[in-house]
């Protein structure tokens, strides 16, 4: 089974993805930031990891930059709602640090879990 791990402080928009995915039979973990993020993804490995961008603590530049390090930025995928700028404005920068995809909130669910599922199929 594929495993997923979603990381966004919005514990709304972490259960409504985690049981999107559930639905489509993944194994799916959830983390509220890059801190807590951190402490799972160096002890297991996952097949994706979708992670907003403004978070506290440990934010989604920092997860991204370091799952770059680890050779993993190819699975994964970028959200933002925004912040300060524009949603596009984090996501653009997101982009720099090669991630495999990037979506505005609210995402679109379907072309999202298109995503993950090619992520998957490119890393059998």
């Known amino acids: 089974m594929s495993?997923?791990?979603?990381i966004d402080d919005n514990e709304d928009f972490n259960l409504m993805l985690k049981s999107a995915m559930e639905i489509d039979g993944y194994d799916v973990e959830t983390a509220s930031n890059g801190?807590?993020?951190?402490?799972?993804?160096?002890n297991k490995k996952y097949d994706v990891i979708i992670t907003d961008i403004i978070m506290p603590d440990v934010d989604g530049?920092?997860?991204?930059?370091?799952?770059?390090r680890m050779g993993m930025s190819d699975r994964t995928i970028a959200v933002s709602g925004g912040g300060?700028?524009?949603a596009?404005?984090?996501?653009?920068?997101?982009?720099?640090?090669?991630?495999?995809?990037?979506?505005d909130?609210?995402?679109?669910?379907q072309a999202l879990t298109s995503k993950v599922q090619e992520i998957i199929?490119?890393?059998?």
Do not use: C, G, S, W
Request: no cysteine; glycine share 0%; net charge negative.
């Open 3 to 6: 495993t997923i791990l979603i």
């Open 35 to 42: 801190k807590e993020a951190k402490a799972l993804y160096q």
């Open 61 to 68: 530049y920092e997860v991204i930059l370091d799952l770059r």
């Open 84 to 86: 300060r700028t524009a």
């Open 88 to 103: 596009e404005d984090y996501l653009v920068t997101a982009q720099h640090f090669d991630v495999a995809a990037t979506f």
């Open 105 to 109: 909130k609210p995402v679109d669910l």
């Open 121 to 124: 199929q490119n890393h059998k």
